[in-house]
């Protein structure tokens, strides 16, 4: 089982702030993922990398970008914060298929 | 157009009896399919898949059922227990080459005590 790991957990910023969430795993996993989640709906991919330098844009736009520079790290950054980027923010990594996350961060934008 | 679709938002089950969770999908090229549990505050919990080539995966308490005629699977829980209370998600593979997975909104399964 991989582990993963995001911080901050819980994030409260005022608007126009430029953010990095961060995400780190420990397995060695070249698959790497953003989703974005909701209350009471799906996980939407934002990001996701198949190996080092290597990034692209999932299915739902989104405002943020990544880099992947180092195998375990897979930072997403927000460069002006904005009360619509309130949300979930969920990092994955995976081997194969089965994708495991960390525990998430709850942003919220003021 | 949701491609994953977990129609029930809620389910409450007496604990000791069986909880089934049900998916449908509409793409004929996911071609494997997973469930994860997810708790309050908590990144969602790999449970268990199956592959498009079989119809029935068990691991313990957990069995997943795949219908790919009907498009249609589904988790069961035998027997509940009041920490299985979390929301369950269905999800799929995209296909070939593909790594992302497509997920559904998600199940909140209450067991009672």
């Known amino acids: 089982e991989a582990d993963i790991y995001q911080t901050p957990r819980y994030l409260v910023i005022g608007t126009g702030k430029k953010i990095t969430l961060e995400c780190s795993q420990t397995?060695?996993?070249?698959?790497m993922y953003w989703y974005q989640q909701d209350p009471g709906m799906e996980l939407h991919l934002i990001h996701y990398?198949?190996?080092?330098?290597?990034?692209e844009k999932g299915d739902l736009s989104s405002e943020s970008t990544v880099s992947r520079i180092r195998t375990e790290h897979f930072p997403l950054t927000l460069e002006s914060a904005r009360p619509s980027h309130t949300s979930q923010y969920l990092c994955?990594?995976?081997?194969?298929?089965?994708?495991?996350f960390g525990p998430g961060t709850r942003l919220t934008v003021t | 157009d949701q491609q994953v679709k977990q129609n029930s938002p809620s389910l409450s089950v007496q604990e000791g009896r069986i909880s089934i969770l049900n998916c449908d999908y509409t793409?004929?090229?996911?071609?494997?399919f997973l469930w994860y549990k997810k708790y309050p505050a908590e990144g969602p919990t790999f449970l268990i898949s199956?592959?498009?080539?079989?119809d029935k995966n068990e691991d313990g308490r957990f069995t997943v059922f795949l219908n790919k005629s009907a498009k249609h699977l589904s988790l069961h829980i035998v027997p509940s227990q009041p920490g299985d209370s979390a929301v369950y998600f269905c999800?799929?593979?995209?296909?070939?080459?593909?790594?992302?997975?497509?997920f559904g909104k998600g199940t909140k399964l209450s067991v009672i005590p």
């Open positions: 994955a990594s995976s081997e194969r298929y089965e994708q495991y």
């Open positions: 397995m060695g996993h070249d698959k």
């Open positions: 990398s198949y190996g080092v330098n290597s990034t």
């Open positions: 793409n004929s090229m996911f071609d494997y």
């Open positions: 199956i592959s498009s080539i079989k």
């Open positions: 999800a799929a593979r995209s296909g070939a080459g593909s790594y992302q997975l497509t």
